[in-house]
């Protein structure tokens, strides 16, 4: 059977092939934990590639600037965030994957049978049905996107087998229902198979008002804080920790389906009030970014624990500061500011590299200016505030 072995060796039909899950079992079977490929380090670029090629051809088949570039940042800041995490504890979860199968297997089934491949399949979408079960059922699992958070919980309920998503409708009659991956048997085995009766609207009940990153990753963790000290009570305060979001004394487990707001059709998505050319910044610092953040995953073990610190802090910056630039915060000149000398800090001392090295000294200047533009801003602000105090 045909070993992919190295990273390097995945070739892009098969990068493109596995993020709609269309490779064959003989090019997914390993015998060693050695040399499994990162699927998910190969998908991202591609996966990037696409959602770039679609605002592409979305701004040429209208003619004007995709609206929802600020969305797509968003999107993809919060897929970004969500492996931030595995830099530290990728070898955790390993380990105890191995420990698990070495000391608690039942049986040892043949690692090249296509049989195994297809037992291994159905244990997958098996166990990601009920951790998005479990998702919707506890207020523990914050719902928007695919958070830090539920990547962290879904380990240990799911262990070990990995993690797949799926889209989610915030029609009424499509909440709770279809919580599976691939295969929608699950659904109609556990009774929360619901048919499509009318076109599906994709996004959340209770949309955020905010580009920052980390608010969309932790703002249901501070919901569940200010509803557990509001909610009085000892056993209604516990409820609120494991009863679904919607509950609330007098009301069923899961809620009331009264209680989401229903969909009418007219509902305008969250649009940034910064202008075309702030987004478009922001899209390039976006884009500066991602390339240190996909070479940090690719030398993860080159890398010194400083090195890698450091990187992560660069990166946690850079999507805090483009969501407040997109949500126009006055602190946002100040941030960016620091963010850009941070930089120039990092690269100078060798914990970023650049992939085209004869590119340094445009890099050097480019990043200059942004400190002197956003320094003058910043400074400009500041001096309005404390001109406006009595």
């Known amino acids: 059977m045909k070993s992919l072995g190295a990273q390097d060796n995945v070739s892009v039909s098969q990068g493109i092939r596995m993020m709609f899950y269309m490779m064959k079992p003989s090019e997914t079977a390993f015998q060693t934990v050695e040399e499994v490929p990162d699927y998910v380090k190969k998908a991202t670029p591609l996966f990037i590639s696409l959602i770039l090629l679609e605002l592409v051809v979305s701004w040429i088949a209208r003619g004007k600037p995709p609206g929802r570039l600020d969305g797509a940042l968003t999107s993809m800041s919060a897929g970004v965030v969500s492996r931030l995490p595995s830099l530290f504890f990728r070898s955790l979860e390993v380990t105890s994957y191995i420990y698990i199968w070495e000391n608690y297997r039942l049986s040892e089934l043949p690692w090249d049978s296509p049989w195994t491949w297809y037992l291994t399949f159905l244990g997958v979408d098996f166990g990601y049905y009920w951790f998005h079960r479990m998702a919707h059922d506890f207020l523990l699992s914050p719902r928007p996107l695919h958070t830090t958070f539920s990547v962290c919980c879904s380990y240990p309920i799911q262990s070990p087998l990995p993690i797949l998503d799926s889209h989610r409708g915030r029609n009424r009659y499509c909440i709770d229902k279809n919580y599976a991956g691939t295969l929608i048997i699950w659904d109609r085995i556990f009774g929360t198979f619901e048919a499509e009766k009318e076109q599906v609207i994709y996004g959340l009940t209770h949309p955020i008002d905010t580009f920052e990153p980390f608010k969309v990753q932790f703002h249901h963790l501070f919901y569940i804080w200010t509803t557990f000290w509001a909610t009085p009570g000892f056993c209604h305060k516990f409820s609120v920790l494991f009863k679904g979001p919607g509950w609330s004394p007098g009301k069923p487990r899961l809620g009331l389906s009264e209680d989401i707001p229903e969909v009418t059709g007219q509902e305008v998505p ?24 996909e070479e940090t995953f690719a030398d993860t073990e080159a890398l010194s624990q400083v090195t890698i610190f450091l990187r992560v802090l660069f990166i946690i910056l850079t999507l805090t500061s483009i969501g407040f630039l997109l949500d126009q915060r006055p602190e946002a000149a100040l941030l960016e500011t620091l963010r850009c000398l941070m930089f120039l800090t990092l690269y100078r001392f060798g914990h970023l590299q650049l992939l085209i090295p004869s590119l340094s000294f445009v890099f050097e200047i480019f990043f200059s200016v942004c400190i002197a533009f956003w320094g003058v801003r910043s400074m400009k602000q500041l001096a309005s505030v404390s001109w406006k105090k009595p």
């Open 270 to 293: 969250l649009s940034s009030p910064a202008s075309l050319l702030l987004k478009m910044y922001a899209v390039l610092q976006f884009v500066v970014m991602l390339a240190f953040y």
